[in-house]
């Protein structure tokens, strides 16, 4: 597939997956703009570029409006390939670029060995949320809203009898995307998010998936075990909030 035509999937499953956290609050959607409302004081208040095309001028009123009417600050997430074209009117408007991390994913074929380590997926929304959060060291609340979105799985790596590590998957349109994956300081260093990316990708096959993606940090342990699990650097998110 052509990588702009990639990117175009990725942005558009990312904007439409992005309105199971607007559910108890509130959704917008401002042409290309898919806007959420979740709860207060949290980043996933924002709105994703989807496409096809860019928000107008009104629309990005209307989205700003949105926003302040919520008490937020308009904040907007795209993939690098439609940055160019919107940039400019961001900078007129009073937006900054606040987050860059980078945008990998894999064909689910050829996947590594499923892993030995004991993971189960999690039916309690709320101690996973606990759990995750103390491997975050904060974010309760956050946690709590991604836990509970619907159609998201919620996996937990267990070693010495305790829970060591959490993760995420969401699919959408043969998307799968893995996220939430944190690990409790007692167990780093033991491959327990290895164990959790692997156990994804083939709970992926099975779910008819034929594609992984993952957002992480540039130069951060989690990019160095994506890439060695065959995932592909794909593009970049961009998050841009007005000041």
């Given at each position: 597939?052509?990588?702009?035509?990639?990117?175009?999937?990725?942005?558009?499953?990312?904007?439409?997956?992005?309105?199971?956290?607007?559910?108890?609050?509130?959704?917008?959607?401002?042409?290309?703009?898919?806007?959420?409302?979740?709860?207060?004081?949290?980043?996933?208040n924002s709105a994703w570029l989807g496409g096809p095309g860019v928000p107008s001028a009104d629309e990005l009123d209307a989205f700003?409006?949105?926003?302040?009417?919520?008490?937020?600050?308009?904040?907007?997430?795209?993939?690098?390939?439609?940055?160019?074209?919107?940039?400019?009117?961001?900078?007129?408007?009073?937006?900054?670029?606040?987050?860059?991390?980078?945008?990998?994913?894999?064909?689910?074929?050829?996947?590594?060995?499923?892993?030995?380590?004991?993971?189960?997926?999690?039916?309690?929304?709320?101690?996973?949320?606990?759990?995750?959060?103390?491997?975050?060291?904060?974010?309760?609340?956050?946690?709590?809203?991604?836990?509970?979105?619907?159609?998201?799985?919620?996996?937990?790596?267990?070693?010495?009898?305790?829970?060591?590590?959490?993760?995420?998957?969401?699919?959408?349109?043969?998307?799968?995307?893995?996220?939430?994956?944190?690990?409790?300081?007692?167990?780093?260093?033991?491959?327990?998010?290895?164990?959790?990316?692997?156990?994804?990708?083939?709970?992926?096959?099975?779910?008819?998936?034929?594609?992984?993606?993952?957002?992480?940090?540039?130069?951060?342990?989690?990019?160095?075990?994506?890439?060695?699990?065959?995932?592909?650097?794909?593009?970049?998110?961009?998050?841009?909030?007005?000041?």
């Amino acid at each position: 597939m052509p990588m702009t035509n990639l990117l175009d999937r990725l942005a558009q499953a990312e904007a439409r997956a992005h309105t199971r956290y607007g559910l108890s609050g509130a959704v917008g959607q401002f042409g290309p703009l898919t806007a959420v409302y979740a709860g207060a004081a949290l980043v996933l208040n924002s709105a994703w570029l989807g496409g096809p095309g860019v928000p107008s001028a009104d629309e990005l009123d209307a989205f700003e409006a949105f926003s302040r009417q919520h008490g937020e600050a308009p904040t907007i997430h795209m993939l690098s390939h439609a940055a160019p074209t919107l940039l400019p009117e961001l900078e007129e408007r009073g937006y900054a670029l606040t987050s860059l991390p980078h945008l990998y994913t894999r064909n689910l074929d050829n996947l590594p060995p499923a892993p030995g380590m004991t993971i189960c997926q999690e039916d309690d929304p709320d101690q996973w949320a606990e759990w995750s959060a103390q491997g975050f060291g904060g974010g309760l609340e956050i946690m709590r809203a991604v836990a509970q979105a619907p159609d998201t799985r919620l996996y937990t790596a267990w070693l010495d009898g305790q829970p060591a590590a959490t993760a995420a998957m969401s699919l959408t349109d043969g998307l799968a995307a893995l996220h939430g994956t944190s690990t409790l300081p007692a167990f780093r260093g033991r491959g327990a998010q290895t164990a959790l990316l692997a156990w994804r990708l083939h709970q992926a096959v099975k779910a008819d998936a034929d594609l992984a993606s993952v957002f992480v940090t540039p130069a951060s342990p989690s990019e160095r075990n994506i890439v060695r699990a065959g995932f592909v650097l794909t593009g970049f998110r961009l998050t841009f909030r007005q000041r």
